[in-house]
T-cell receptor, first 110, second 114 residues
Protein backbone atom coordinates (compact mmCIF):
# COMPACT_ATOMS: atom_id res chain seq x y z
CA UNK A 1 0.00 0.00 0.00
CA UNK A 2 1.21 3.47 -0.80
CA UNK A 3 1.10 5.34 2.49
CA UNK A 4 1.29 8.87 3.79
CA UNK A 5 2.83 9.33 7.22
CA UNK A 6 2.43 12.28 9.54
CA UNK A 7 4.63 11.62 12.55
CA UNK A 8 3.39 14.50 14.70
CA UNK A 9 -0.07 13.80 16.18
CA UNK A 10 -0.08 17.23 17.86
CA UNK A 11 1.83 20.46 17.49
CA UNK A 12 1.62 23.74 19.34
CA UNK A 13 2.70 27.20 18.24
CA UNK A 14 2.39 30.68 19.68
CA UNK A 15 0.60 33.36 17.75
CA UNK A 16 2.88 35.11 15.24
CA UNK A 17 5.46 32.33 15.39
CA UNK A 18 6.36 29.78 12.71
CA UNK A 19 5.58 26.08 12.81
CA UNK A 20 6.46 23.21 10.48
CA UNK A 21 4.34 20.11 10.04
CA UNK A 22 6.02 16.99 8.69
CA UNK A 23 4.84 14.52 6.09
CA UNK A 24 6.49 11.62 4.31
CA UNK A 25 4.95 9.42 1.67
CA UNK A 26 5.53 6.35 -0.37
CA UNK A 27 4.88 6.10 -4.09
CA UNK A 28 6.17 4.35 -7.16
CA UNK A 29 4.88 7.05 -9.48
CA UNK A 30 7.08 9.75 -10.94
CA UNK A 31 4.39 12.34 -11.49
CA UNK A 32 1.79 13.07 -8.84
CA UNK A 33 0.27 15.80 -6.73
CA UNK A 34 0.72 16.44 -3.03
CA UNK A 35 -1.64 18.44 -0.86
CA UNK A 36 -2.11 19.88 2.57
CA UNK A 37 -5.70 20.09 3.73
CA UNK A 38 -7.03 21.84 6.82
CA UNK A 39 -10.00 20.54 8.78
CA UNK A 40 -11.28 23.04 11.38
CA UNK A 41 -13.67 21.92 14.13
CA UNK A 42 -16.61 22.60 11.76
CA UNK A 43 -15.29 19.56 9.86
CA UNK A 44 -15.23 21.00 6.33
CA UNK A 45 -11.93 20.09 4.70
CA UNK A 46 -10.24 23.02 2.97
CA UNK A 47 -7.32 22.91 0.57
CA UNK A 48 -4.35 24.83 1.96
CA UNK A 49 -1.68 24.25 -0.66
CA UNK A 50 -0.71 21.80 -3.39
CA UNK A 51 2.53 20.78 -5.06
CA UNK A 52 3.04 19.14 -8.42
CA UNK A 53 5.82 16.59 -8.15
CA UNK A 54 7.42 17.49 -11.47
CA UNK A 55 7.93 21.08 -10.31
CA UNK A 56 11.09 21.60 -8.29
CA UNK A 57 10.01 24.97 -6.99
CA UNK A 58 8.29 24.80 -3.62
CA UNK A 59 4.69 26.01 -3.59
CA UNK A 60 3.75 29.08 -1.58
CA UNK A 61 0.36 30.49 -0.65
CA UNK A 62 0.63 33.63 1.46
CA UNK A 63 1.73 32.48 4.95
CA UNK A 64 1.83 28.82 3.91
CA UNK A 65 4.74 27.23 2.12
CA UNK A 66 6.05 23.74 1.57
CA UNK A 67 9.44 22.09 1.59
CA UNK A 68 9.20 19.40 -1.06
CA UNK A 69 12.05 16.91 -1.18
CA UNK A 70 11.16 14.47 -3.95
CA UNK A 71 14.08 12.08 -3.49
CA UNK A 72 13.41 11.84 0.22
CA UNK A 73 9.64 11.67 -0.38
CA UNK A 74 9.12 14.42 2.14
CA UNK A 75 6.55 17.20 1.99
CA UNK A 76 6.46 19.50 5.02
CA UNK A 77 4.18 22.49 5.57
CA UNK A 78 5.46 25.70 7.08
CA UNK A 79 3.01 28.18 8.56
CA UNK A 80 4.47 31.61 9.17
CA UNK A 81 3.01 34.31 11.41
CA UNK A 82 0.59 31.79 12.93
CA UNK A 83 -2.90 33.03 13.70
CA UNK A 84 -5.57 31.73 16.07
CA UNK A 85 -7.64 30.76 13.04
CA UNK A 86 -4.93 28.36 11.92
CA UNK A 87 -5.88 25.98 14.72
CA UNK A 88 -7.20 22.82 13.07
CA UNK A 89 -6.34 19.29 11.98
CA UNK A 90 -3.92 19.32 9.07
CA UNK A 91 -3.81 16.42 6.67
CA UNK A 92 -1.15 15.65 4.13
CA UNK A 93 -2.46 13.83 1.05
CA UNK A 94 -1.05 12.36 -2.10
CA UNK A 95 -2.22 11.43 -5.51
CA UNK A 96 -5.30 10.85 -7.53
CA UNK A 97 -7.63 9.28 -4.97
CA UNK A 98 -6.20 11.38 -2.16
CA UNK A 99 -4.32 9.02 0.11
CA UNK A 100 -4.42 10.90 3.42
CA UNK A 101 -2.16 10.79 6.45
CA UNK A 102 -3.59 10.51 9.97
CA UNK A 103 -3.32 14.21 10.54
CA UNK A 104 -1.61 16.67 12.86
CA UNK A 105 -3.64 18.66 15.35
CA UNK A 106 -2.31 22.22 15.48
CA UNK A 107 -2.92 24.29 18.59
CA UNK A 108 -2.27 28.02 18.41
CA UNK A 109 -1.78 29.79 21.72
CA UNK A 110 -2.10 33.54 22.31
CA UNK B 1 -22.19 29.39 -6.27
CA UNK B 2 -23.54 26.61 -4.05
CA UNK B 3 -21.01 24.50 -2.19
CA UNK B 4 -21.09 20.78 -1.46
CA UNK B 5 -23.95 19.83 0.82
CA UNK B 6 -24.50 16.53 2.57
CA UNK B 7 -27.46 15.03 4.36
CA UNK B 8 -28.21 13.96 6.95
CA UNK B 9 -25.61 15.58 9.19
CA UNK B 10 -26.03 12.99 11.93
CA UNK B 11 -27.75 9.64 12.11
CA UNK B 12 -27.86 6.58 14.33
CA UNK B 13 -28.42 3.06 13.04
CA UNK B 14 -28.23 -0.41 14.50
CA UNK B 15 -26.03 -3.24 13.32
CA UNK B 16 -27.40 -5.00 10.26
CA UNK B 17 -29.42 -2.04 9.01
CA UNK B 18 -28.89 -0.17 5.77
CA UNK B 19 -28.13 3.53 5.33
CA UNK B 20 -28.18 6.02 2.46
CA UNK B 21 -26.16 9.22 2.59
CA UNK B 22 -26.67 12.02 0.09
CA UNK B 23 -24.46 14.62 -1.47
CA UNK B 24 -25.09 17.59 -3.73
CA UNK B 25 -21.99 18.55 -5.67
CA UNK B 26 -20.73 22.06 -6.17
CA UNK B 27 -22.37 23.64 -9.19
CA UNK B 28 -20.75 22.51 -12.45
CA UNK B 29 -18.75 19.67 -10.90
CA UNK B 30 -19.09 16.30 -12.65
CA UNK B 31 -16.91 14.20 -10.36
CA UNK B 32 -17.71 13.14 -6.82
CA UNK B 33 -15.68 11.13 -4.34
CA UNK B 34 -16.64 9.60 -1.02
CA UNK B 35 -14.39 9.18 2.00
CA UNK B 36 -14.76 7.49 5.37
CA UNK B 37 -13.10 9.23 8.31
CA UNK B 38 -12.98 7.20 11.51
CA UNK B 39 -12.41 9.05 14.76
CA UNK B 40 -8.83 10.25 15.04
CA UNK B 41 -7.92 9.07 11.55
CA UNK B 42 -7.44 10.59 8.14
CA UNK B 43 -10.11 10.12 5.49
CA UNK B 44 -10.04 6.85 3.56
CA UNK B 45 -11.06 6.80 -0.10
CA UNK B 46 -14.18 4.73 -0.74
CA UNK B 47 -14.91 5.40 -4.43
CA UNK B 48 -15.28 8.04 -7.08
CA UNK B 49 -18.00 8.67 -9.67
CA UNK B 50 -17.55 10.49 -12.94
CA UNK B 51 -20.55 11.18 -15.14
CA UNK B 52 -22.65 8.53 -13.39
CA UNK B 53 -20.04 5.76 -13.66
CA UNK B 54 -17.85 4.43 -10.86
CA UNK B 55 -14.27 5.37 -11.63
CA UNK B 56 -11.97 4.05 -8.96
CA UNK B 57 -12.58 2.29 -5.67
CA UNK B 58 -10.65 1.98 -2.44
CA UNK B 59 -10.35 -1.03 -0.17
CA UNK B 60 -13.99 -1.24 0.85
CA UNK B 61 -16.31 -4.28 0.59
CA UNK B 62 -19.17 -4.47 -1.95
CA UNK B 63 -21.74 -3.60 0.71
CA UNK B 64 -20.51 -0.04 0.17
CA UNK B 65 -22.12 1.12 -3.05
CA UNK B 66 -22.93 4.38 -4.71
CA UNK B 67 -24.83 6.22 -7.36
CA UNK B 68 -24.35 9.42 -9.24
CA UNK B 69 -27.35 11.06 -10.88
CA UNK B 70 -27.61 13.10 -14.11
CA UNK B 71 -27.49 16.30 -12.06
CA UNK B 72 -24.24 14.96 -10.56
CA UNK B 73 -25.65 14.59 -7.06
CA UNK B 74 -24.63 11.35 -5.42
CA UNK B 75 -25.58 8.71 -2.87
CA UNK B 76 -23.53 6.40 -0.72
CA UNK B 77 -25.30 3.23 0.39
CA UNK B 78 -24.02 0.91 3.07
CA UNK B 79 -25.74 -2.42 3.65
CA UNK B 80 -25.48 -4.78 6.62
CA UNK B 81 -24.03 -2.10 8.87
CA UNK B 82 -21.25 -3.10 11.24
CA UNK B 83 -20.04 -1.32 14.37
CA UNK B 84 -16.82 -0.35 12.57
CA UNK B 85 -18.83 1.58 9.99
CA UNK B 86 -19.30 4.30 12.61
CA UNK B 87 -17.48 7.29 11.11
CA UNK B 88 -17.75 10.66 9.43
CA UNK B 89 -18.55 10.20 5.74
CA UNK B 90 -17.24 12.97 3.53
CA UNK B 91 -18.29 13.80 0.02
CA UNK B 92 -16.03 15.83 -2.26
CA UNK B 93 -16.67 17.17 -5.73
CA UNK B 94 -14.36 18.37 -8.44
CA UNK B 95 -14.46 19.82 -11.93
CA UNK B 96 -12.36 17.14 -13.50
CA UNK B 97 -11.63 13.45 -13.30
CA UNK B 98 -7.97 13.95 -12.54
CA UNK B 99 -7.44 15.33 -9.08
CA UNK B 100 -5.25 18.36 -9.41
CA UNK B 101 -6.30 19.74 -6.06
CA UNK B 102 -9.62 21.36 -6.84
CA UNK B 103 -11.54 19.15 -4.42
CA UNK B 104 -14.40 20.74 -2.51
CA UNK B 105 -15.62 18.89 0.56
CA UNK B 106 -18.94 18.87 2.33
CA UNK B 107 -19.20 18.98 6.10
CA UNK B 108 -19.91 15.28 6.29
CA UNK B 109 -22.50 12.89 7.66
CA UNK B 110 -21.74 11.47 11.09
CA UNK B 111 -22.94 7.85 11.25
CA UNK B 112 -23.15 5.98 14.55
CA UNK B 113 -23.83 2.26 14.44
CA UNK B 114 -25.06 0.70 17.69
Amino acid sequence: AQTVTQSQPEMSVQEAETVTLSCTYDTSESDYYLFWYKQPPSRQMILVIRQEAYKQQNATENRFSVNFQKAAKSFSLKISDSQLGDAAMYFCARGYALNFGKGTSLLVTP
Amino acid sequence: ETGVTQSPTHLIKTRGQQVTLRCSSQSGHNTVSWYQQALGQGPQFIFQYYREEENGRGNFPPRFSGLQFPNYSSELNVNALELDDSALYLCASSLSLLNTGELFFGEGSRLTVL
